[in-house]
């Protein structure tokens, strides 16, 4: 599906299941917008600033999915916000959360609240092959990371504790 534009979307979010409390005077508490193709391992997430709070949702991951991903991820990260702004209660996925999620998905069927969406991640190529020099087992990475060693070496070879035999070595995987 064609990414639409969020804030109409936002405000008819608002007036069904929130009173529009999220946006007094059709001006929104929060800014609101589709990432910038970067976010590619979460569909959504609201961020809390001392002066701007922020709803970002993900483009990778929603686009090419049906619009109902689009509303449920909108939905979830305005539950956040109407917890964080509106009740003023620290909390993330508590009782606030889950009382006003269950009762949004108790008022219509169009689609489905969850604490974790189960969106299908966009497959990228690992970069890197880590391997061990004391096994040879190998593994996939998409980025190079420092100090790692094998687990299984070190739990074999070592009692469990870190060393630096057991680092693994990363390799450039052909492209």
């Known amino acids: 599906m ?6 109409p979307l936002f405000h008819r979010l608002d007036r069904e299941h929130f009173g529009g409390s999220l946006a007094p005077l059709d001006r929104p508490r929060l800014e609101l917008r589709w990432s910038d193709g970067r976010m590619s391992r979460t569909a ?18 929603l686009e090419p999915l049906p619009r109902q991903a689009t509303l449920s991820t909108l939905c979830h990260e305005m539950i956040h916000a109407w917890v964080d702004r509106v009740l003023q209660v620290p909390e993330v996925h508590g009782p606030c959360f889950r009382a006003r999620m269950a009762a949004i998905n108790g008022a219509q069927g169009t689609f489905q609240v969850s604490l974790r969406h189960r969106y299908p991640l966009p497959i990228s190529a690992a970069r890197w092959r880590a391997r061990c020099p004391s096994c040879g087992v190998s593994a996939p990475y998409r980025r190079r990371r420092e100090g790692l060693a094998c687990r299984f070496c070190c739990d074999r070879l070592h009692g469990g504790r870190w060393h630096e035999s057991c680092l693994l070595i990363f390799e450039p995987t052909a492209a």
């Open 2 to 7: 064609p990414i639409e534009p969020l804030l």
């Open 44 to 61: 959504g997430l609201y961020k809390r600033g001392r002066d701007l709070c922020e709803i970002v949702l993900s483009r990778p991951l």
